[in-house]
């Protein structure tokens, strides 16, 4: 998302040690995953597969979200994103995920910017290369953070909060994998703008993926997209756009009320530009943008990990997923 700017300070993190703790997370949940016998203290309560949306944990994914935070501030085409991503194909990786590494190059009011959306997909068929007309779902996150030179600003929210919620995701999404087949996870790059949202300056990722999507014909595989944005405020304040797609948003009402989280969610009193409108507009898949933008941090160097909440991520985990299973089983 976009708008104006708050010039203040903010003290970076260390990434390397992140990175570390990373790929130990990705190592456990791995293990958690593995097949075959294991040992009785480290056995896993069993996977309640009925009701998966019980299994994504707000708290794992609030580690990956930490994870991305410490790559520091990570605008398209900086060394930062680089590392961003590559923990995000690490985790997917460690989940049973493939992923395609979509570059462009980006004709940005910075110059031209190579840019990389990441889309994952699971294998219909363990070691094999995922069915590409398997998916019938687009979930997304923007993973890049917007450029600022005046501040760190290390959007732990906006970008960070959403990416580590898919990571998760896709963790859950892989115990069964009846289901993780029809999905397809895509992870924007350069959702934000270098100067000010334009026809051409911003949604550069979404944009691209769209078009291709169309042009390939794949498009009319998906029934509908999913778009996660600023879902980890502690006050969670969903504000869905006002022209959102109808059925979509009453069947994600609908499993937020089956969930006891109806209360988190409210229709917003306008439309959003977000990475929902290429896939609405271009791919023509019926998308819902799932956003907070009830966000006093906003685009400012407050939006850090304080203001988030595992509690944030865990319920709209939990509603997606919900949701998934009434559409997809
Ligand atoms: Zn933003």
Not at 4 to 25: D, K, S, Y
């Amino acid at each position: 998302m976009f708008f104006f700017v708050l010039p203040r300070q903010h003290a970076l993190t260390h990434c390397a040690l992140f990175l570390l703790l990373c790929f130990t997370a990705c190592s456990r949940e791995s293990k958690t995953n593995a097949e075959g016998d294991a040992s009785p203290e480290l056995a896993a309560p069993p996977v309640n597969t009925a009701e998966l949306w019980k299994e994504f944990n707000g708290s794992l994914a609030f580690t990956a979200v930490q994870n991305q935070i410490a790559c520091g501030p990570r605008p398209a085409g900086s060394p930062a994103l680089q590392q961003a991503r590559e923990l995000i194909i690490a985790s997917l990786a460690a989940s049973g995920w493939s992923t395609e590494t979509q570059s462009f190059p980006a004709e940005t009011p910075h110059g031209q910017i190579q840019m990389t959306n990441l889309l994952a997909r699971f294998p219909t068929h363990k070691g094999q290369a995922p069915d590409l007309n398997a998916q019938k779902v687009v979930i997304a996150s923007h993973y890049d953070t917007k450029k600022f030179t005046t501040i760190s600003f290390v959007g732990a929210n906006d970008g960070a909060s959403s990416t580590g919620a898919l990571l998760e995701l896709a963790r859950v999404l892989a115990l069964d994998p009846a289901l993780a087949t029809q999905v397809e996870l895509v992870f924007f790059d350069g959702e934000e703008a270098f100067q000010q949202f334009t026809e051409t300056d911003g949604l550069y990722g979404s944009r691209h993926y769209a078009a291709l999507l169309r042009e390939s014909g794949r498009n009319t595989n998906f029934k509908y997209g999913i778009l996660w944005d600023m879902i980890g405020d502690k006050d969670l304040t969903i504000t869905l756009p006002l022209d959102s797609p109808k059925d979509l948003t009453q069947g994600v009402l609908s499993s937020a009320e089956a969930l006891q989280s109806r209360q988190y969610f409210r229709i917003f009193d306008r439309p959003v530009l977000d990475d929902h409108v290429p896939l609405n507009q271009i791919a023509r898949i019926p998308t819902l943008d799932i956003i907070d933008f009830d966000y006093t941090p906003w685009h400012t160097a407050d939006d850090t990990l304080e203001q988030l909440n595992p509690a944030s991520l865990q319920t709209i985990g939990a509603v997606t997923l919900h949701f998934l299973c009434q559409t997809l089983r």
